[in-house]
């Protein structure tokens, strides 16, 4: 039950660190306001699964009859949690690349997936019912190392957590700022003062043209939902910030995507794209 372990051990740790940015995040004055609620919900949230983890790890290591029944709820959690993610990401594909067939692709992979990890939970049961539930005395020097080990990772994550809270909040800045001149019809400012990348890659009109079909069809952003934030970092010390949002504008949704590249701590966008089913349809 080694992997059962370990796996609650890794969640917790990450599910910590997450709940950490996030606060960080919702006490920076960058934030602004459209981000606070789900925020609460997501720090919320990441606290439950730490917790549950925390308490399945504890349960499989003594042995208790209760943590093999708890992991079936964990193990149907995260199946329904990465099917609604995956088959939501498969469903924006575009129409000419059969998002249908990437959505089939999604439901059948997890499913094997699924009932392969169902299968070996199943056959774990005489682990929790060979002997009563007691804290082993050989396990007590295996539990020390994993919580020793569980305890430098968070302390890692927690030193890195710093510099990328720091890029996170000036790209949530950058963002706040973006649909503010959008709302405000401001679309030849906005690529005029854009990376040389997207100024090379799209011309004034065709990006102007685009920013100006948004407003008008979709309104001003009423809501964001965070669903991914990625960084990287180059060799001359820049970085380029990925930000996408599932957004709620007054006249529908849609699903942001942002690239920024970082300039003595100042970002300019290079790359903007907006998925909805509002401007897809004439």
């Not at 399945?56 to 949690?81: D, S």
């Not at 050989?138 to 994993?146: C, I, P, Q, R, S």
Request: proline share 3%.
């Amino acid at each position: 039950m080694r992997i059962a372990k370990i796996a609650c051990v890794l969640v917790c740790v990450f599910s910590l660190t997450r709940f950490i940015a996030i606060i960080r995040g919702l006490r920076s004055p960058l934030a602004g306001s459209l981000f606070t609620g789900h925020g609460i919900l997501a720090a919320v949230g990441l606290l439950v699964v730490a917790l549950t983890c925390a308490i399945e790890f504890y349960g499989v290591h003594t042995k208790a009859l209760f943590a093999w029944k708890l992991g079936w709820w964990i193990l149907m959690a995260g199946f329904l949690q990465f099917l609604v993610g995956a088959g939501s990401s498969a469903l924006q594909v575009p129409k000419a690349d059969y998002p249908w067939v990437a959505f089939g692709a999604v439901m059948v992979g997890s499913s094997a997936v699924a009932v392969y990890w169902s299968l070996w939970w199943k056959n774990q049961k005489s682990y929790f019912t060979a002997q009563p539930p007691v804290l082993p005395k050989t396990g007590k020097k295996e539990l020390a190392v994993m919580l020793g080990i569980a305890a430098l990772v968070l302390a890692g994550l927690e030193l890195i957590s710093g510099p990328l809270a720091k890029y996170h909040e000036l790209g949530s800045h950058a963002v706040k700022q973006f649909h503010e001149q959008l709302a405000a019809g401001q679309y030849v400012a906005i690529y005029d003062g854009a990376d040389e990348t997207l100024r090379e890659s799209s011309s004034k009109s065709d990006f102007v043209n685009l920013l100006r079909s948004v407003h008008d069809k979709l309104g001003d952003v009423q809501d964001l939902n965070p669903s991914w934030t990625g960084i990287s970092f180059h060799g001359d010390q820049r970085a380029t910030i990925l930000l996408r949002f599932d957004t709620k504008f007054t006249n529908g949704s849609g699903t942001e995507q942002f690239v920024w590249q970082e300039h003595d701590n100042r970002l300019t966008l290079s790359r903007y794209q907006i998925n909805s089913k509002i401007l897809d349809s004439k």
